[in-house]
């Protein structure tokens, strides 16, 4: 029976797998729909969906610098670190975050919606979902971010082999190898000391407020306070606000190279603003570690493998 092209648009509907594997399911049960989709599923689509289920909490972060001022990072999550440093994997990641660099899109959804570089008749979706079916573990694309510099430059650091991916934009007129060494500076003591903020200037009032509500609890059952009049206890409420705020922002934070162990990063950047003749600053980081917030499985090796001996 000839395959159709509206045959096959509808099971790569039905069933989401790559068009080639449709049309060859199709050529082999000779047309029949029904038999096709379970043919899919018999060679990896049920397999997939029965992995999704399962928590992908360890992989890798990858980061592309496409030139000097764009890049972008991937985190895409697999079960277990072993698979994280299979080289097949490897390359799927680098492969996703070369596609993120590329792409346009604003979020998840329209990533995964996207034409797979690699294979123009796959989505990013169906070549994960492939990829989930020839590594036989669950894996999932968690998250991207492309940073496009305007004003200046971008450049990136990878720590322990792709635990950790950070990019920083800086807005500068200098853009030379002193510049970027003292970004990839500061691109590490982001992976070391993760901040959250560039800034006290970013932090929002209502970060400000819940952290003071917190510090007000704690004041409230420290002995060392109890009686102490309300104008200290506010006081002590800011030192320890600002003391909390100088560790989450960035500029803030002892430049961890400072010679003199008091250097902030701030500083530092005036510093080599100075010594290059540049207007240097740094408007925004992003920084990735792998697994960060998701809930990871605890294996014991030795029950597992009795479980399966049925001992």
Known sequence: MAISASMVKELREMTGAGMMDCKKALAETNGDMEAAVEALRKKGQAKAEKKANRIAAEGLCKVVVKDEKTAAVVEVNSETDFVAKNEDFQNFVTAVAEQ?????????????????????????KEALVDKVAVIGENLNIRRFEKVVAENGCVVSYTHGGGRIGVIVEADTDVV?????????????????????YVSTADVSEEYKAHEKEILMAQIANDPKMAGKPEKVIEGAVTGRLNKELKEVCLLEQVYVKAEDGKQTVAKYIEQVAKENSAKLSV??????????????KEENFAEEVAKQMGM
């Open 283 to 296: 408007k925004k980081f992003v920084r990735f570690e792998t697994g960060e917030g998701l809930e990871k």
């Open 100 to 124: 993120a660099v590329q792409s346009d899109a604003a979020d998840m959804e329209a990533f995964l919606a996207e034409s797979w570089n690699q294979d123009a008749s796959k989505t990013v």
């Open 176 to 196: 030379n190898d002193a510049v970027k060494a003292a970004l990839t500076n500061i691109a590490m003591q982001i992976a070391a000391l993760s901040p959250k």
